[in-house]
């Protein structure tokens, strides 16, 4: 029995219910179910893990980023005008298993998303990740889906790094790789500062065009970007709006493995 239904029959059975339960029943968290999932149901797949970012060098606990961002979001009311949806989450990814084989996992964890996805052609879902190597494995199964993808990303390093060792730093180079359609790259709010040549060496396959952070401020730049990503999509292309946190501006998110004093801020974004 899921915890709307149990707090309904509560209430039905004891009219006097305390004021923490009236804030759960206000709250998005009232609308988490478990189960199969159904057509109007919005899911939230979780990475929790940030093995990744430790071989890019960046600080480890972004694994506590799923869990931090939904403790916080089922706690926001919803309004009673708004159209009700159902939410899910559900995880996909294992720290100790990236421990012991990093691409293995990574494999694993694309079998994981595509179960979770199950049989529905485009659900909707967000993707919270413990570090951007996780877009990787939801590429993947996305690619299965579309013969064109477009990715807007927002991020201060492009994540598109030669290394041979797969990291939170290389995931769609590593795609690029081995995606056999047509992939366009837009990203918005790099560093140059923080992209070496590494990053912006030509992609195998597939586009990148960058918006530089300071680039985001100027109104004809802007637009300009915008509407080469417009005319790049048609009715059968996939579209992915990607976000990594360290694009942000660390007054306001400072909670990352690569705090970003000159981030974007969320007026902008």
Known sequence: MNNLKS??????????????????LDALGSLFHDGPLKANTFLFLKSSTDVGVELNGGRNGARYAPKSFLSYFKKLNFNPNWHLRRFQETEVSCQEAEKKDFLAAQKEESKSIKLALGE??????????????????????????????????????ADTRTDDQAH??????????????????????????????????????????????????????????????????????????????????????????????????????
Not at 7 to 24: D, G, L, V, W
Not at 125 to 154: M, R, W
Not at 172 to 191: N, S, Y
């Open 7 to 24: 707090k309904i029959i509560h209430f039905m059975t004891n009219p006097t219910i305390t004021q923490s339960e009236k804030r759960f």
């Open 120 to 157: 529905l052609p485009y659900p909707s879902f967000c993707h919270l990740g413990g570090g951007h190597d996780h877009v990787y494995p939801l590429l993947k199964v996305l690619a299965e889906q579309t013969s064109k993808l477009v990715v807007i990303n927002v991020d201060a390093h």
């Open 168 to 269: 939170s730093g290389t995931p769609f180079r590593q795609f690029a790789k081995e995606f056999t359609g047509e992939f366009l790259l837009f990203q918005v709010g790099l560093h140059q500062f923080a992209n070496s040549k590494s990053t912006l060496t030509k992609l195998p396959k597939g586009e990148m065009n960058i918006l530089w952070k300071e680039e985001v401020s100027d109104r004809e730049k802007r637009q300009d970007f915008f509407n080469k990503i417009r005319a790049s999509i048609d009715t059968e292309t996939l579209v992915l709006f990607s976000l990594d946190a360290d694009a942000l501006f660390s007054g306001e998110m400072p909670g990352v493995s690569a705090v970003n004093g000159n981030g974007i801020t969320r007026t902008e974004l």
